[in-house]
């Protein structure tokens, strides 16, 4: 029995050295499986803990709807809303999210997009709050989409963020979706029913409408005068050849409603694209008292080619100076209020700030902090 015992023994420890043996040999000469593995499986279980079930990360990263509410999404009673935000106004997305389904009875698919460092944060946000029954799917926005496409002149070098540009790319980002969508800036909130907005009525020649310049009271606000001269270069060569007149009255692309199939049969992206990589070559727009960012190449492409939405469905201008623009009675019949410009709804020196926070729900993971008065 002892010669037994001892033969076990030599086979038990013999065994582990051999383990370690392989082990070693397998760091050195294959050092990405060992590291790899673990990382998968920590990867895998993180996600899980922090998101588990329906809405995950998981599902996220392969596209998926969340399936709190099971809504058909081609369905024609579905409203499609798309909304780009990152980890800067990330609250201002979850406070306009909130603000729609406040003040609808119609199903609302959200499409959103983010930089990747938000996804995780929007995710948690969703499931762990009041939103965690809304239909929505969200993807994170390669930049290299916009790599090198992207030159801003002038003071407001934050409009070189490559999500102010993701606006171009929702058939790109969203390729199932073919139907009429709308686009919302994060800065705003809705206090109508967003129905009415998506079922308004489009020229049949048009690709999109947006909210003039020229109409309504915001066009006494802005402190310029809104046409085309105020954010295009008419020197050059290229916008003298549209025959465009300077005094043409500007729209704002904060708000648009547009179909994606007739984004996809005019290739409304690569006519986007293409006014990027002049103005990256040659000064086309971004030294006019407008600012550059992503609104001059969307006038330029839908120039004539866009109706009008209501101006009370852009009440804007809200974040252009600190001091209060508009009555509070004013606003309250807005049906959709939008902080354009410096002074953000969840910042120190907003004004009517109050409208906005009505429909803001705090980060669950703490990361988001309104900035506010003492």
């Known amino acids: 029995m002892t010669v037994l015992s001892a033969k076990k023994g030599f086979l038990y420890i013999g065994g582990i050295l051999l383990v370690v043996w392989l082990s070693i040999f397998c760091y050195i000469w294959f050092p990405d499986i060992i590291p790899d593995f673990l990382h998968l499986r920590t990867k895998g279980s993180l996600a899980k803990k922090l998101h588990g079930g329906a809405g995950s990360i998981e599902d996220t990263a392969k596209d998926k709807l969340s399936s709190s509410i099971n809504i058909n999404p081609s369905s024609p009673d579905v409203v499609h809303v798309c909304i780009t935000t990152s980890k800067n106004t990330v609250g201002g997305a979850i406070a306009l999210i909130n603000s729609i389904i406040s003040n609808t009875n119609s199903p609302v698919m959200f499409h959103i997009v983010s930089d990747l460092d938000s996804m995780d944060q929007i995710s948690i946000w969703i499931k762990d709050t009041k939103l965690k029954s809304i239909n929505y799917e969200l993807k994170g926005f390669p930049v290299e989409m916009v790599a090198g496409k992207v030159k801003v002149r002038g003071g407001r070098q934050e409009l070189a963020s490559p999500m102010n540009y993701a606006r171009y790319y929702l058939p790109q980002l969203f390729p199932k979706l073919r139907s009429r969508v709308i686009f919302i800036d994060d800065d705003c909130i809705v206090q109508g029913d967003i129905s009415e907005l998506y079922n308004m009525k489009i020229h049949p020649d048009h690709l999109a409408a947006f909210s003039s310049d020229c109409v309504g009271v915001g066009k006494h606000l802005s402190h310029m005068e809104n046409n085309y ?128 926070e009505k429909y803001y729900i705090p980060d669950p993971t703490g990361h988001f902090q309104l900035i506010r008065r003492d």
């Open 229 to 356: 001269a105020n954010y295009i270069d008419f020197k050059h060569k290229a916008v003298v050849n549209m025959g465009i007149k300077p005094t043409e009255c500007a729209f704002n692309t904060g708000v648009f409603v547009s179909d994606l199939s007739q984004w996809r049969k005019f290739n409304i992206t690569k006519q986007l694209e293409a006014w990027l990589e002049l103005n990256v070559k040659e000064e086309v727009y971004g030294n006019e008292k407008g600012g550059g960012g992503s609104q001059p190449p969307m006038m330029l492409v839908f120039h004539k080619l866009y109706s009008n939405i209501n101006p009370m469905w852009n009440v804007r201008h809200l974040g252009l100076t600190p001091g209060s623009s508009y009555t509070t009675h004013f606003l309250q019949g807005g049906k959709l209020l939008h902080w354009s410009g410096r002074y953000k709804p969840w910042g120190r020196s907003a004004q009517h700030s109050e409208l906005w």
